[in-house]
């Protein structure tokens, strides 16, 4: 079954080197630069691994 344009709705964490992330689809196994996939949903450990956000209250 061919993904001839797979939008990688889902990416992980594979690996972090010098502050940038790179993240693999989990659809099509692709690995990716998280820098150019900011808009996209990382599917993030449910560990406290999480970054902290500023705006939480
Ligand atoms: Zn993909």
């Given at each position: 079954m061919m993904t001839p344009l797979c939008q990688h709705p889902r990416?992980?964490?594979v690996s972090?080197?010098?502050g940038i992330e790179?993240?693999?689809?989990?659809?099509?196994?692709?690995?990716?630069?998280?820098?150019?996939?900011?808009d996209m949903e990382i599917e993030s450990a449910?560990?406290?691994?999480a970054p902290h956000r500023?705006?939480?209250a």
């Open positions: 990416v992980r964490i972090r080197h010098d790179f993240v693999e689809c989990l659809e099509c196994g692709e690995v990716f630069d998280a820098e150019e996939f900011r449910p560990a406290s691994d500023p705006d939480d």
